[in-house]
């Protein structure tokens, strides 16, 4: 019998606490002049440069790297760099809460493509999911008239990282490294490819001083910061339930828009609370719908995080 990790939900909560406070590094970049595409960019590129040396080493003994897991680290990697985008390019929360009403597409793409049953907790959870986007985008749900850039990115890394999801929950077991390094990897080429977008509001590449004055910072968030919450996120799933595992993820959501609305400066009035709550009750009602599915078919899922 495999023998337990030592406290695994102990380190997948604390990992999911500090992504969602991840996009205070990232406002600091952009408040240094770094534009947000290339913000995104840089967050993709430092753990990769880091993590290469060991990828290469793998392979000379002749072990995957994670190279092979394209697909799959395409669809979460690019979902991520929208994601990040959009925290730089709209409001803080309602990037967070329109990510988050990710439920919503997650529950079609069962029902679509999976074939499964319209249960009253699937039901709950679309109908919880578009309500919170409804209370963010609708008449008065924030200072924008209307959705800008920031809010399209947000939820269509919502759908996106949906399907990533639905990738990984069917795979069989990767090790971490690989899960990781394709992440990184895969992640840094969407983010490039966005970040060559026409559009004003991604910005333009740094200049040569600019680059070396910020890529030591780049390098330590990455190594301080993204290589282990990514690698702890993976690694504490492998011994966690996937229904408690799906309970400990919502700490990400909750960390992220209570510390926008203390830190960020910018409106969270009881619109964003409502949507809050909605999005977050939709992924609590997704996991309980998902507990309470036949044992036979849950034992033929590997759930692990998409995240990275």
Request: hydrophobic share 55%.
């Amino acid at each position: 019998m495999k023998r337990r990790p030592p406290y695994p939900e102990l380190v997948v909560a604390g990992a999911s606490a500090a992504w969602g406070l991840f996009w205070i590094p990232l406002r600091a970049f952009q408040s240094e002049g770094l534009a947000p595409a290339w913000t995104t960019f840089g967050q993709f590129l430092a753990p990769l440069v880091a993590l290469i040396p060991f990828a290469l080493l793998r392979v000379a003994r002749r072990q995957p790297a994670g190279i092979k897991q394209y697909r799959t680290g395409l669809l979460v990697g690019v979902a991520v760099a929208l994601y990040l985008d959009s925290l730089l390019l709209t409001e803080v929360a309602r990037a967070l809460i329109l990510f988050y009403a990710m439920p919503a597409w997650g529950t079609l793409l069962e029902l679509g493509l999976m074939h499964r049953p319209f249960t009253r907790w699937r039901a709950m959870a679309l109908l919880l999911s578009l309500s919170g986007m409804l209370a963010i985008l609708g008449p008065g749900g924030g200072s924008s008239a209307s959705a800008n850039i920031g809010d399209v990115m947000a939820l269509l890394a919502g759908v996106i990282f949906a399907f990533g999801a639905m990738r990984v929950r069917q795979a069989p077991e990767t090790p971490v490294f690989e899960q990781v390094f394709a992440f990184f990897l895969y992640g840094s080429a969407g983010a490039l490819a966005l970040a060559m977008v026409p559009l004003a509001a991604l910005g333009q590449p740094p200049d040569l001083p600019q680059l070396v004055r910020l890529a030591p910072w780049l390098m330590l968030v990455a190594v301080c910061f993204l290589i282990p919450v990514m690698s702890g996120i993976y690694w504490g799933s492998r011994a966690i339930d996937p229904g408690r595992l799906g309970i400990l993820l919502q700490i990400e959501a909750v960390v992220g828009i209570a510390s926008a609305a203390l830190l960020s400066g910018e409106p969270f009035g009881p619109r964003q609370a409502l949507g809050a709550a909605l999005v977050v009750g939709a992924g609590v009602v997704e996991v309980a719908g998902n507990q309470r599915r036949p044992a036979a078919a849950s034992a033929t899922m590997t759930t692990s995080p998409p995240e990275g």
